[in-house]
């Protein structure tokens, strides 16, 4: 449908209108909110408030014209019937204009290309979050010259040149991501004699050193880049990464060509971006969302497990801190508490800075330590917050 956008105020009426109404395209009630809001946008967050429906995804029809966030609603004496449509395309398309190196690369909808040479790699993020629910995407990699990363992380400044840089030098600041590994081209057929040649000279130790290292063979990548946990089937052009994404029971699984190569646990009920980057001029992807209807059996079987989901401390703190930034950004919004969140979400994103650079190589007492030096904080900036600290880690 093509629908025309117009100015709401002239089609105002001197009435007043007790509620609104809001359906789907099949005029099911979806929900009514009374009063009306003045502002579309407020109508908008009620609309995500109540039904769980990101503003980002929210097409709104009055009759045929599409509702404007920025557009006021001056209902009549009868009340008012918007249409929602879930316009979902956000989810599986590339945020070119979030980043900060968009200039090295051509997106259109789900299709990436890196065009200039200015950077070694680029990171690409997707224009919005999965929120809730259970999604699957397909990564079709037509091109892929060396390594590549393809998976979620929950962090929407994690996209560019310069954030990778830090990341992939094992300075982690809190931007955790979950990867299917793609492997270096020498590692399967379609590697160039040069990127071969480039690639050993580049490498040092055994086979199984550069595995655990995180460089070189394809692998489930557990908590950041070069975290290698777990090794799967290498990817070269052609072949099709998929990812099934359980936000609410924090699963993601990943298949290679349709068979699954494994699954592992992520925080649950956290917002998470999909992700990729690509590596060097000509690498080109595609993301695409497919319906769960035509995900097969065996990948959906696969959230039952197995699931790698690490050490059980290092599980365990990773969801404390999730959960604690999650509280603490709603206490932020009362401007009395500003300070001590902000103290807070400091040490929290300390803690998360240690658990992804050294926290795999930690002593169990470390994660207990960590645990306590977090509830100590909270209480001493008063923070009243409904997460259970004792024996949090313990449990696991």
């Given at each position: ?251 993601v699984v990943f298949t290679c060509n349709g068979k699954v190569q494994g699954a592992c646990e992520v925080p649950r009920k956290q917002p998470l971006y999909l ?122």
């Open positions: 449908c093509t629908y025309r956008s117009r100015a709401l105020r002239s089609m105002a009426s001197t009435f007043d209108v007790p509620s609104l109404k809001v359906v789907g395209v099949n005029g099911d009630t979806l929900v009514s909110i009374g009063p009306v809001p003045t502002a579309v946008s407020d109508l908008e967050r009620e609309i995500e408030e109540r039904l769980g429906i990101p503003v980002a995804l929210q097409k709104l029809l009055l009759g045929s014209d599409l509702l404007e966030s920025t557009s006021t609603l001056q209902p009549g004496d009868s009340e008012l019937l918007v249409t929602l449509i879930v316009d979902d395309s956000p989810l599986s398309t590339w945020d070119l204009d979030g980043n900060p190196d968009k200039a090295l690369l051509s997106c259109s909808g789900g299709e990436m290309i890196l065009r200039g040479s200015g950077q070694d790699y680029v990171l690409v993020l997707t224009k919005e979050p999965l929120t809730s629910g259970t999604h699957f995407f397909e990564l079709v990699m037509h091109k892929v010259q060396d390594e590549q990363w393809c998976g979620v992380v929950t962090d929407k400044s994690r996209s560019g040149h310069g954030c990778g840089e830090s990341i992939y030098g094992r300075c982690h600041d809190s931007k955790a991501g979950w990867f299917y590994y793609c492997g270096r081209r020498r590692y399967h057929a379609g590697g160039t004699e040069e990127q071969e040649a480039e690639d050993h000279s580049e490498s040092s130790g055994t086979e199984e050193e550069e595995f655990l290292s995180g460089d070189g063979h394809a692998a489930l990548h557990w908590g950041g880049e070069r975290r290698a946990a777990q090794k799967f089937k290498s990817v070269g052009d052609g072949d099709i990464i998929g990812l099934l994404v359980n936000i609410d029971e924090g699963i992700s990729t980057c690509p590596d060097r001029t000509g690498d080109h992807v595609e993301l695409r969302k497919v319906a769960l209807a035509d995900v097969p059996q065996a990948t959906l079987d696969a959230q039952r497990g197995p699931v790698y989901r690490g050490k059980a401390a290092e599980t365990a703190l990773s969801d404390l801190c999730y959960s604690l930034l999650s509280q603490l950004q709603k206490c932020g919004e009362r401007e009395q508490q500003s300070h001590a969140v902000g103290v807070a979400e400091g040490a929290v994103h300390n803690t998360l800075d240690w658990l992804w650079s050294d926290g795999a190589r930690a002593e169990p007492e470390l994660f207990e330590a960590k645990r306590a030096q977090l509830e100590e904080i909270v209480l001493q900036q008063g923070l009243n917050l409904s997460v259970r600290f004792e024996n949090s880690l313990h449990d696991n």
